[in-house]
């Protein structure tokens, strides 16, 4: 005769022996792997009059024009494995997952975050998904070492800033000519 499972048993049956991840409690190993890349061009132009004495031929000289651009390629790259914790069974069928992991480095905690949704039929018979396969996915990467923006200006300010300073010719000019 038959007995019924404990839930140590349980447990050991669904971590590592083949039977796939399926009821609330149980473990999924999510493969996280995503990229994201981003980038805008920016251009800026602009014009400087310089006021000569009289007596100066300085048509030429009077409006110097500079154009400047600018841009930005931002791409990321995110490349984990953490083991989340099914929290529900929805209806259909569906397994809400969610997981996370902190890792402290010198002092300075670095923390990944991982929550979504997935088919069973995603999940290998070693318990591992991909990331790309959870629907409605939050994949969150946070840590203390991360280099903070600067909170002073905009992204945009920081993209168009070089474009509108001088070159070092507009510099020299602009520093030179009132003198001649």
Known sequence: MAQPMTDTQHI????????????????????????????????????????????LDSEALTRLRFAKRASMDDRRHLRATITALVTEVTPNGFLKVEGQRQLRINDEIDTLTVQGILRSEDISADNTVFSTQLANADITYTGDGLTPKSESATEEEEIVAPAKKAGPVMRFLAGFIPFL
């Open 12 to 55: 050991a049956g669904t971590v590592g022996h083949g039977k796939r991840a399926s009821e609330v409690g149980d473990i999924v190993t999510v493969i996280v792997n995503e990229s994201t890349q981003g980038g805008r061009p920016k251009t800026t132009d602009g014009a400087t009059t310089f006021d000569y004495p009289d007596g």
